[in-house]
């Protein structure tokens, strides 16, 4: 089945600092990806659609400057994370749709970020 | 707008037993509809989907779910539960329509007793 790799599982830092999360298709294109925020015991909320070569669009009350994406290629999509503060420490998935199947998102493992 | 609602919050069942989850979405037409799994720390896999034909889908891991068209519901079974099925599950819902996102229903977290 298609893969997608996200990295890195688990992330300390101070807060003020950013951090890059990555997201990537391992054996297929995906010109969308997504990312998702998860809180404990919570289910996934949409933070971005992210599509290849153009902007990404946000949900309604996610902050574009503090969580910057980038999808510079079909398989590779970026969120970075500018300024933590101990607020943004969640548990963050990207997920990736394959180009061939439109309608079926696959999931990285998921990035815990934990901001002191 | 759709929306998915997944009643149960959480479900404890001894292993051996069988398990039903429901899934229960609001749409106008009928969507696409997805059952996750989810482990504590992980992404999540998918177990099963149905987008049209046969109503009754089946999945891995020994799953199977029902669309139930008049009822609005997506319910997931397993005839036999395993102390490895212990995790959380998530229906999801897209929209019949280029480009449309999921959306999560709140999820139920299963426990299973030796």
């Known amino acids: 089945g298609a893969v997608v790799s996200q990295h890195p599982s688990w992330v300390i830092c101070k807060s003020g600092t950013s951090v890059k999360i990555e997201c990537r298709s391992l054996?297929?294109?995906?010109?969308?990806m997504f990312w998702y925020r998860q809180f404990p015991k919570q289910s996934l909320m949409l933070m971005a659609t992210s599509n290849e070569g153009s902007k990404a669009t946000y949900e309604q009350g996610v902050e574009k400057d503090k969580f910057l994406i980038n999808h510079a290629s079909l398989t590779l999509s970026t969120l970075t994370v500018t300024s933590a503060h101990p607020e943004d420490s969640s548990f963050y998935i990207c997920?990736?749709?394959?180009?061939?199947?439109?309608?079926?998102?696959?999931f990285g493992a998921g990035t815990r970020l934990s901001v002191l | 707008a759709q929306s998915v609602t997944q009643p149960d919050i959480h479900i404890t069942v001894s292993e051996g037993a069988s398990l039903e989850l429901r899934c229960n979405y609001s749409y106008g037409a009928t969507p696409y509809l997805f059952w996750y799994v989810q482990s504590p720390g992980q992404g999540l896999q998918l177990l099963l989907k149905?987008?049209?034909?046969?109503?009754l889908v089946q999945g891995i891991k020994g799953f199977e779910a029902e669309f139930k068209r008049s009822q609005s519901s997506f319910n997931l079974r397993k005839p036999s539960v395993h102390w490895s099925d212990a995790a959380e599950y998530f229906c999801?819902?897209?929209?019949?329509?280029?480009?449309?996102?999921?959306?999560f229903g709140p999820g139920t977290r299963l426990s299973v007793l030796p």
């Open positions: 054996d297929f294109q995906a010109t969308t």
């Open positions: 997920s990736a749709r394959d180009v061939r199947k439109e309608n079926i998102q696959y």
């Open positions: 149905y987008f049209s034909g046969d109503t």
């Open positions: 999801a819902v897209v929209a019949l329509l280029k480009g449309q996102n999921f959306v």
